[in-house]
């Protein structure tokens, strides 16, 4: 047992701790400056992880093989990191909208990313379990903190209902698998999956577990919580949920059909042809009348999520080689880290004293603050993937990868048709965002919207990380080719 190597998750756990104790003797005007230590916290694990300080980038496994550290779990674990800093610089500017509890909120926070972190290293159904239900649980609460709010609560009991059935899809296949098997590592599952090929009782098992992660990454036809709860839940949590959570879920998919069970992934691609193809198309065509910003937001996660499944369609037909698509995979989360929470960094400083999130609140936002507004601005156009940003790159590496496994599936070329038919239907409402911003007439004598320093080298920073992954692609095509090549083992 190599106890160094959770080194990072007990520091965060530790972290969270540090928080509920200091909360204790703070006074209360001063709770809110806890969110600034908390991510100052991480920042330092994050400086520590980048420079491969101690224990932090060294790679092993711990637990008798059921925690690994390899190339794929130290780039999320640094995904993760980064993603939490920018929730929490967000929280403190949403602070004022929350009446109690603000160190609790914040220290949720922590342990959330606490449970990505464990799920970025699962190598074994147990602790995909485990580092799932700390995510999902935490997350209960964060939904429905705002206790005062009716759609927040109501957020709060779709997101519990629904997250304990994922639940149960999950611990039922996981019984399932292990019974047929009696295997619960995915190293050891790898090696005698094939056999279990044309066992009925060990491939619903699998398709069972499969579920419980489509309701993670908000995949069809699991996304039916998604709309709701970013809709009523308080903004960082909407946020960490559209990239922490969604990204928790690609990393243990990822593990599960490409470390665990990998000969009979290879016979279910044009399962996830289907399920990418409808995804996309789901996710656009219901974004299209949405008028609520964060309702909009949900749905547009819907279609990420089937773009994010055109890596693992490319992956799932490419045999041993996994490189092209799995980067492309890892690099469009990247660019999509900074795109969506720089667009939900806009809304909490935007419409945090609104009753409703409609785009009309948006209206005049120029003329406010010229730097939300082309904030926002340059999300959109990312999420659309036009470039020069890094939505547009993700996109291409992502159609580049399935394209070229065409000649060996063509039922690629039909996904990869439905991908850019899905970018030209989100233009549509991602503009009318735009639309609203610069030609929609505002408020009369609307005060501008003040932006403290923490929030806006925030914003600067991931302005610069759009357009540094659209216009100097490479360093990051390289990291994202070296960290999938764990999958190809």
Not at 145 to 171: D, H, M, N, P
Not at 337 to 354: D, E
Request: hydrophobic residues 55%; aromatic residues 12%.
């Amino acid at each position: 047992m190599n106890l160094s190597l959770i080194s990072l998750e007990i520091c965060v756990v530790a972290l969270g701790m540090a928080l509920l104790l200091a909360d204790l003797w703070l006074p209360p005007g001063r709770k809110r400056l806890l969110g600034y230590a908390a991510a100052a916290g991480l920042g330092l694990l994050l400086v520590a992880n980048l420079g491969g300080f101690g224990v932090f980038g060294s790679t092993g496994t711990a637990f008798g093989g059921m925690f690994v550290q390899d190339g794929l779990a130290i780039f999320f674990k640094r995904f993760f990191l980064l993603a939490a800093i920018l929730v929490l610089l967000m929280a403190i500017e949403f602070s004022d909208r929350i009446s109690a509890g603000i160190a609790e909120y914040y220290s949720l926070i922590v342990f959330a990313l606490a449970g990505m972190l464990f799920a970025a290293s699962a190598n074994d159904f147990a602790l995909l379990f485990v580092s799932l239900e700390l995510i999902t649980v935490t997350f209960y609460v964060l939904t429905s903190f705002q206790r005062a709010r009716l759609v927040s609560l109501e957020a709060g009991v779709k997101y519990l209902v629904i997250g304990a059935l994922s639940t149960a899809f999950t611990v039922f296949g996981i019984a399932l698998v292990y019974g047929i098997s009696g295997r619960l590592n995915f190293g050891e599952l790898a090696g005698v999956a094939g056999q279990f090929g044309d066992n009925k009782i060990f491939l619903f098992g699998l398709l069972l577990v499969l579920t419980g992660l489509g309701f993670k990454i908000v995949a069809f036809p699991f996304q039916i919580w998604a709309p709701d709860v970013y809709q009523g839940a308080p903004t960082p949590t909407a946020a960490f949920l559209a990239i922490g959570s969604k990204a928790a879920g690609f990393v243990l998919l990822l593990r599960v059909l490409f470390t665990a069970v990998p000969d009979i992934t290879a016979q279910w691609t044009n399962l996830l042809i289907v399920f990418s193809a409808v995804t996309i198309l789901y996710g656009n065509l219901c974004a299209i009348p949405q008028r609520n910003v964060k309702r909009l937001l949900g749905y547009s996660s819907v279609a990420h999520a089937g773009y994010l499944l055109l890596g693992v369609a490319a992956m799932s037909t490419a045999g041993q080689d996994r490189s092209a698509g799995g980067s492309a995979m890892l690099f469009y989360l990247s660019g999509y880290l900074f795109t969506v929470l720089a667009a939900f960094t806009v809304i909490t400083l935007v419409m945090r004293h609104l009753e409703s999130e409609d785009i009309s609140g948006l209206a005049g936002l120029n003329q406010r603050s010229p730097l939300l507004a082309a904030t926002m601005t340059l999300a959109m156009v990312s999420l659309a993937g036009i470039p020069p940003l890094a939505g547009f790159f993700g996109k291409f590496l992502l159609l580049k990868a399935l394209i070229e496994q065409g000649a060996a599936n063509p039922g690629c070329y039909c996904l990869a048709f439905t991908a850019v038919a899905g970018i030209v239907i989100s233009l549509y409402y991602y503009f009318g965002v735009i639309r609203a911003i610069y030609w929609s007439p505002g408020p009369a004598a609307a005060p501008p919207i003040a932006v403290s320093r923490p929030i806006r080298i925030s914003i600067y920073v991931c302005i610069a990380g759009m357009f540094y992954l659209g216009l100097f692609p490479g360093v990051m095509v390289t990291v994202t080719t070296e960290a999938v090549k764990a999958l190809n083992r």
